[in-house]
């Protein structure tokens, strides 16, 4: 995955189409009452901030699994969107999924295969 419109010593042999994913989350009651009480002082709130990067992460994983299943082996111009629905938090992950070649010389792309990637970096603490 990209956010560059295309991947430097590949060359796009075809478009598949967009591909995304979405999740919709909420803050269990203790979460929320805690960055409550951290939003009157200013600052990060750590709650908010692991939702993000939990959301981020799924989204993620979701986008590429759709494109995996589509038979790309990579996504280029991949942004994320987020927003929200009352107290709900939206996040959304899109690209265009694409299959991809090395041009002469570039090491070879490696097959789409759909394992699981490593679990999202924690964020920092504050």
């Known amino acids: 995955m990209v956010t560059t419109n295309d ?13 995304m994913g979405l ?3 909420s803050t269990n009651f203790g979460q929320g009452f805690t960055a409550g009480f951290r939003a009157l002082g200013g ?13 981020r992460y799924e989204v993620m994983n979701r986008m590429w699994a759709e494109a995996v299943q589509r038979g790309a082996n990579a996504v280029i111009a991949m942004r994320f969107d987020s927003g929200s629905l009352g107290s709900f938090s939206e996040m959304c992950a899109y690209g265009t999924a694409v299959v991809i ?22 964020p920092p603490v504050a």
């Open 7 to 19: 991947v430097p010593g590949y060359r796009v042999t075809q478009v598949l189409g967009e591909v």
């Open 23 to 25: 999740t919709v989350r």
């Open 43 to 55: 600052g990060e709130i750590p709650e908010f901030t692991q939702l993000m990067y939990e959301s």
């Open 101 to 122: 070649q090395p041009v002469d010389g570039a090491m070879p792309a490696q097959p789409a295969a759909p394992a699981q990637p490593a679990a999202p970096p924690a």
